[in-house]
């Protein structure tokens, strides 16, 4: 018989592989900015940090969900790397799911 789920603690390994990509991710942003000196220019009122944190943070993030999962691959690369992957049947369908999903979330 063939499970048609995933079982939780090999969904959080997964998770826990993505985090450290979005983690790297975070990094690199921040000492990126630091070394501009961004936060002088870039942070200045409560709306313009407010867009620039959506812009270089949350966007980034859901794309990499939504585009990995949507590939050929359907997978992230902590799914992959787990040994998950997404059934989805048509590629729009599957865009569109997926977006919808992790915005959600």
Known sequence: M??????????VKAFMWDYLVIAGYIVIITIMLWL??????????RIQAQLSAFLLLTFPVILYFSILESSA???????????????????????????????AA
Do not use: M, P
């Open 36 to 45: 501009i000196h961004a936060s002088e220019w870039l942070f200045t009122n």
């Open 73 to 103: 691959q359907q997978a992230t690369w902590g799914k992959h790397k787990a040994g998950l992957r997404e059934r989805l049947k048509t590629q729009v369908l599957a865009n569109l799911r997926t977006i919808k999903r992790i915005i």
């Open 2 to 11: 063939v499970k048609s789920y995933v079982g939780f603690w090999q969904r």
